[in-house]
């Protein structure tokens, strides 16, 4: 676009303001450096530390020499204030490119000031929509502008998370970089169906049971509420659509729904869920911004907002007829953390999941050994059982059903070495997910669950003897030929908590010598077959990390030639 003078200055600030790039000499300051002494413009000087107040921070851009440019702006007390500063003698048109690229943000949200209308129309060549002003003034004037508010930011903290970021960028050592860098090579496209009612038994299964990155959490626990939802996808007003996601590795399926309703007043979000299987990829970022950035009243927790990147520029459009990737043939089935829907979509386009299940608030998981261990008839004939958030004697019906007929069965089940074991006044004893038990006993049913609920004191050894019987049990239900893969746990980045580290290093030299004694099972150490630096919280793992285990467990189908 091109760029404007101070007389035009009505709609300028056509989006809110996140960078202003200012030029230096004749524009920031008066003079020009190499040629003497400069004078300062104390109201630039204000103005910089004005923005940053307002979480915008600034940046420079000139053709001068670097260390005399710095020790100027030192001296003037504002350096600080500067995020990847470009102070070289080259075209300003390439390098406000670079500069915008390098700090992840898209071009109309910055603004560059430059005195020089070269400068500014080679600029806006090679920054489509980026905002072009000839002086300072203009963006003084225009500070009560709605798109140049910002937020109140009294600590810096904007200005600061800039500066770690222009840090991590000039070594390329940082993480998140690292799993950018990924997802730009994965090749991810992302479909929008507006023909729901094909997809309905996914969308529902998605409303009730995906629960990290259901923003809404509008589930459809009645008949009622579903015949409100086929309704709602008919009337004036509403637009629902499922996002379908693919990439170079495999297709997702139906991964997304959304419901919005615009009217004269608003325009919402009545439903806007995701699974857990493209966690860590941007595809909710950047539906949400397909769609306009409709109002959406998020009910937490949720792993990720919807602002995680500066901005998704890995995801391409993709059309109903694309050719896709050979999906591989096996039948998985998975057992464990949220994090397991990654790892499946890596492995298989036919998997089954005993993943993390949302009960309303709160969460039932299956890594449980009595879910192994049990008898389904003694489960379903506990009245006191279906008063609680747990599994079913359905749900182990279900998973005997798949195990004789999976392929692959792939375990993680560390966390049945926690000790929230409790035993029911029906004699029955179950392992409770810990944040479940908190909000159980921060409910109203909190008298009610210790009355009918004794807590199970399960030594360290006994847990694991727990673990083994689980393990045993599943190779031997399992059908001929199948091999059962169970993941180590993460012992790496716990110097903090070495007590923890031990107790899992213990956890994973048991498994592994249970998976030496049983010809079906196959044991491999994540803290091996990934990178340290994909780790993100000492649990999870940069998608990165989830392709590397899948290739691992892939390569155990070279053991049917031998």
């Known amino acids: 676009m091109p760029f404007i003078n101070s007389v035009q200055v ?105 005195d020089n209308p070269a400068n500014l129309a080679e600029a806006a060549y090679h920054c489509p929509r980026l905002m072009c002003i000839d002086r300072p003034r203009v963006l003084a004037e225009a500070l009560d502008h709605p798109n140049l508010l910002g937020k109140a930011d009294p600590e810096l903290t904007r200005l600061k998370q800039y500066r770690l970021l222009a840090t991590r960028v000039s070594d390329k050592q940082a993480s998140a970089l690292s799993n950018v860098e990924f997802l730009r090579q994965s090749g991810i496209t992302l479909e929008i169906r507006y023909d729901v009612e094909p997809h309905m038994d996914r969308v529902v299964e998605l409303l009730n049971r995906a629960n990290q990155l259901n923003f809404t959490k509008n589930r459809l626990e009645s008949e009622d509420e579903r015949r409100r939802l086929d309704h709602q996808m008919t009337a004036f007003g509403f637009k629902a659509g499922v996002v379908i996601v693919r990439d170079r590795y495999c297709d997702y399926g139906v991964v997304g729904f959304f419901l919005t309703l615009s009217t004269l007043k608003t325009y919402c979000c009545e439903h806007f869920v995701f699974s857990c299987r493209i966690l860590n990829m941007g595809v909710e970022q950047y539906v949400y911004e397909y769609l306009n950035q409709p109002v959406i009243n998020i009910r937490g927790p949720v792993a990720n907002g919807l602002e995680s990147f500066e901005r998704v520029d890995w995801i391409r459009e993709a059309t109903h007829d694309q050719n896709l990737n050979d999906l591989k043939k096996h039948k998985l089935l998975l057992v464990g953390g949220c994090d397991m829907l990654q790892l499946s979509s890596y492995c298989s386009g036919h998997s089954v999941e005993f993943t993390n299940r949302a009960a309303g608030e709160l969460i039932i998981r299956f890594d449980d050994p009595y879910f192994f261990l049990s008898n389904p008839e003694v489960i379903k004939a506990s009245p006191l059982r279906r008063q609680i958030p747990a599994w079913t004697a359905e749900d182990m019906v279900e998973f005997e059903k798949h195990l004789t007929d999976a392929d692959f069965v792939i375990l993680s089940f560390y966390e049945m070495m926690t000790v929230t074991y409790f035993q029911g006044t029906d004699g029955l004893t179950l392992r409770f997910h810990e944040d479940t038990l908190k909000d159980l006993l921060k409910s109203e049913r909190a008298i009610w669950f210790v009355r009918h609920f004794a807590h199970v004191e399960f030594s360290f050894e006994q847990r694991l003897e727990k673990v083994r019987l689980s393990l045993e049990t599943i190779a031997r239900r399992s059908k001929t030929g199948a091999k059962v893969v169970i993941l180590s746990e993460n012992v790496r980045q716990m110097d903090h908590n070495r007590a923890e580290a031990d107790r899992r290093s213990r956890y994973n030299e048991f498994v592994q010598k249970v998976c030496g004694e049983v010809p079906k099972m196959h044991y491999i150490n994540v803290n091996t077959v990934t990178n340290e630096e994909w780790i993100l919280d000492g649990w999870h793992m940069s998608r990165q990390g989830y392709l590397e285990l899948a290739k691992e467990i892939m390569t155990l189908t070279l053991l049917d030639s031998t």
């Open 10 to 114: 009505a709609n300028v600030f056509s989006q809110p303001v996140k960078l202003v790039v200012w030029d230096l000499d004749e524009t920031f300051w008066k003079g020009t450096l190499s040629e003497g002494t400069i004078a300062p413009i104390p109201e630039n000087l204000e103005l910089v530390q004005t923005l940053a107040g307002r979480g915008i921070v600034s940046s420079v851009c000139s053709k001068n020499d670097f260390e005399t440019a710095e020790r100027e702006l030192k001296r003037l007390g504002i350096w600080e204030y500067f995020v990847c500063p470009v102070i070289q003698w080259s075209p300003k048109g390439p390098a406000v490119k670079e500069l915008v690229e390098s700090v992840n943000l898209r071009a109309e949200n910055v603004v560059f000031v430059d």
